[in-house]
């Protein structure tokens, strides 16, 4: 564990939790995109199948059920929460994210490390919360106007996304053992979809 | 010891 890294993942944790905190105190989700949830919920639930097989440290196991139990929170207000939902801007959340799952799954059964259930669902959660931030954007673009909850949720996902480019940049310095260019690739390509997000924020 | 990136990450 590096300071990037742990940077990253309380960005990570902020983001999610100012999110759900937020939905949940004003009862409202305007501006939220409840396909990028959905796929975030479905990303974090496919990663973590490795919760009960592969023990890495306290702190992984507890990170990973609040991740799962967050993501699934936020989706689950944002569907059944009899306020919340009503204030879910249905129209404006066009994107079919279903193609971005049907691609992802279709790319992690060609690229994995192992052909295995859990290697490739690892795969698939990876390509997946590389593009999981598409259907915010277009939401975004659509309905033109950033508000407080969005500006921050981004901001620190941007965040999370920057500090996981040092943390591999890190370890790859001091690492021996560093090859996984799935991971990486995937990474790069969430941060440049996140800068082009924050491109639109700022001149916003 | 784990330092099988990315596996030991989040």
């Known amino acids: 564990m590096n300071i990037f890294r742990l940077a990253g993942d309380m960005t990570h ?7 759900l905190l937020k939905i949940y105190a004003t009862k409202s ?5 409840r396909k990028t949830q959905d ?16 023990f890495i440290s306290v702190y992984n196991s507890i990170m990973k059920v609040v991740f799962i139990a967050s993501s699934v929170a936020i989706v689950w207000c944002m569907r059944y929460h009899p306020m919340v939902r009503r204030s879910y801007d ?3 959340d066009t994107f079919r ?9 279709a790319l992690a059964l060609i690229l994995h490390e192992k052909f295995t259930v ?14 999981a931030i598409l259907p915010q954007l277009v939401m975004l673009q659509r309905s033109g106007n950033v508000d407080n909850l969005t500006g921050q949720y981004v901001f620190f996902l941007g965040a999370y996304r920057a500090f996981y480019i040092l943390n591999w940049i890190y370890r790859y310095l001091t690492e021996a053992r560093f090859s996984r260019w799935i991971a990486c690739i995937s990474g790069v390509v969430q941060t440049a979809l996140y ?3 924050f491109y639109y924020y700022f001149i916003r | 010891k784990h330092s099988s990136f990315p596996k030991d990450e989040l």
């Open chain 1, 195 to 197: 800068a082009d997000f």
């Open chain 1, 39 to 54: 796929l975030y919920a479905m990303v974090f639930v496919a990663r973590y199948l490795d919760l009960f097989t592969d």
């Open chain 1, 13 to 19: 944790l902020l983001s999610i939790l100012v999110l």
């Open chain 1, 90 to 92: 249905r129209e404006l």
């Open chain 1, 29 to 33: 989700c305007s501006g939220i995109s």
């Open chain 1, 97 to 105: 994210h279903y193609f971005l799952v049907g691609a992802s799954f």
């Open chain 1, 118 to 131: 859990q290697e490739i669902f690892w795969a698939f959660s990876i390509y997946l919360e590389a593009v």
